[in-house]
């Protein structure tokens, strides 16, 4: 009995319950009267997700200096997530094409409107053997992003836009997009 007087010890009652109820709202004459059958339904306007670099480890922040001091960041727009590129349109794509093809990607080729097509293979690193590989509870459960592609530059101002979107043109994922936009940043410069 003791023990249950001690749990409860310390506690306030909650200020509502010395709450009193008010008469009803009264409307002056010419006035109509709110209409309470339905939901309230609030409209927000559209927010475009953040413009600054999206870390890439759980949980996913948006840093307000990642990728300040370097000449390319992740960016959004109403296309998706992109690559800003502080280089022209023609060297960014020139570049592109050269690292796409030092990142070990395959079947790469370009079509007349300048988007390189190619095949991506994620790789991942060795993780403890083979006595590892025998405890199937502890397998590493990380996202593949292994696929077909495309990638081509924008023109943005005197920079350059890189987006990618599946091999059929669709928009990809957001983290696929972003996994891809990072390998390529990260050899890009």
């Not at 927010?47 to 922040?61: A, C, F, G, K």
Request: contains cysteine; hydrophobic residues 35%; negative net charge.
């Amino acid at each position: 009995m003791l023990m249950m007087l001690g749990c409860s010890f310390g506690q306030k009652t909650p200020e509502y319950y010395d709450s009193a109820e008010t008469e009803p709202l009264e409307i002056p004459e010419g006035l109509s009267k709110p209409d309470v059958t339905q939901a309230l339904l609030i409209y927000t306007p559209y927010m475009p997700p953040p413009s600054l670099v999206m870390e890439t480890r759980p949980p996913r922040i948006s840093s307000t200096t990642s990728g300040i001091q370097d000449n390319s960041r992740l960016n959004w727009s109403a296309q998706g997530l992109y690559l800003v590129v502080e280089d022209s349109p023609e060297s960014a794509q020139r570049r592109l094409g050269a690292v796409i093809k030092n990142s070990g990607m395959e079947r790469i080729r370009i079509d007349d409107d300048g988007v390189y097509r190619f095949d991506y293979y994620q790789t991942f690193a060795d993780m403890g053997g083979f006595w590892k590989s025998l405890a199937f509870w502890s397998r590493d459960s990380r996202e593949d992003y292994s696929g077909a592609y495309q990638a081509f530059v924008r023109p943005d101002g005197e920079n350059a836009r890189v987006y990618i979107k599946y091999a059929d043109g669709t928009d990809c994922e957001a983290d696929a997009a972003e996994h891809l936009l990072v390998v390529i940043r990260s050899r890009l410069g």
